[in-house]
């Protein structure tokens, strides 16, 4: 498979829009409060009916200082004392899931996330792995994918082994940018010697895939500082980078109000950024995966979208396609059958629904079979970057040109425009369609249009 992008300028000026990121379809805004704990229960029931591995995500919402751009779910506090009631609470929830899902499912992917799951001490980590343990089935043998989000600035050669002996084995290193002025202006204060130490103490601990995050779209970044960093971090050769085009929403998210506008890059230094991003990292034998993502070819990700065989979920890409995806913890969301339902996102009521032995289900949603059906046509494209009409024909029972009509006239404008090609058994995005993946899945969405508003620039 050709894993190769082209950047054409024009092109993406002239669909940059807003739009989802599609971790999931129909989007997290289509959750509602009419989907309950109830309706959770019977999608559970029917998911053990149909079997297969699980996944386990887990929400550790806490942070010990701010960044200014950040847009995750969190809690900043310099106190952890705030970490014992939320564990509590947190084990009990995993308790009460465990004892709904099929003993014999086993966890074929485990997932902490943040926050900063590393604000944890390391018996309050080990608590959390052991309690997991006791009511799910993991594997003990390290070949699930087993992952974690680390802050550099938070953890040590120590943090890193302990957390290898608790059953890790991947790991993903935040850092955004190493540029000191950039640092400042975003309040994220990260030294190379930091980063680099955790870096390689989870290569020589044994974690099969590293991956770093960066983000492109930060206050007084320049193209020679962003690439800068990248020269500083592709030394070090991680398995994979993340690089996020910054969420700018001030009016969603407050500390972003720290940010002074007129700091951030314009949009077209921003297009410099990302244009030198691709060329860097195609130039230093990175494949681009999609969406924000690239990694080295021998990486497990680039391997799965070789094979036909990657997924995308709530944490982005995964090779685990065939999992259930159960979300523990303050705002965490999972997938169980044709359903997504997401936990309370306010920690008073997410406490209050465990003191009460509720589970703490704030909403959902259950797909129809038009969902579906556009679920798998966007999950192909974003994953794969084509689609064949007759496996989509086969498997939904549709057929395509008739059931997206109307989409086969915005497919060929894009057809028209370069960004991919329209043969009688489906759609090829071309090298330069591919950095505008999300626009071609947004012909698939049919919520979009009531919904344009609320999500950042693909660009
Ligand atoms: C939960 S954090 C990673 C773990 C840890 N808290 C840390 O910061 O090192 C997830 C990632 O989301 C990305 N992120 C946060 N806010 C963002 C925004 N507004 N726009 C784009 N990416 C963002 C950052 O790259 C960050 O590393
Ligand atoms: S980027 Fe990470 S450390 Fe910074 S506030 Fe967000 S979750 Fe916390």
Known sequence: MDQSIKFDLDLIKRYDKSGPRYTSYPTALELHEGFGELQYHQHIVKSNAAGGPLSLYFHIPFCDTVCFYCACNKIVTKNRVHAVPYLENLCKEIAMQGVLFDKHRTVNQLHWGGGTPTFLSYEQMKQLMETTRQHFNLLDDDSGEYSIEVDPRETNDLTIAQLRELGFNRISLGLQDFDPEVQKAVNRLQSQEQTFAVLEAARKEGFRSTNIDLIYGLPLQTEQTFARTLDEVLAYAPDRFSIFNYAHMPSRFKTQRQINEVDLPTPAVKLEILQMVGKKLTDAG????????????????????????????????????????????????????????????ELDQYDAAISQGRLPVFRGVELDADDKLRRGVITQLICHFDLSFHKIEREFNIVFADYFATEMENLHIMQDDGLLSLTANGIKVKPAGRLLIRNICMVFDKYLAQQQQQFSKVI
Not at 292 to 307: C, N, S
Not at 312 to 326: A, E, I, M, P, W
Not at 327 to 345: C, E, H, P, S
């Open 286 to 345: 990175y494949v681009f995966i999609g969406m924000d993502h690239f990694a080295k070819p021998d990486d497990e990700l680039a391997v799965a979208q070789r094979q036909g065989k990657l997924y995308r979920n709530f944490q982005g890409y995964s090779t685990h396609s065939d999992c259930d995806l159960v979300g523990l913890g303050v705002t965490a969301i999972g997938r169980v059958g044709d359903a997504y339902v997401q936990n309370f996102k």
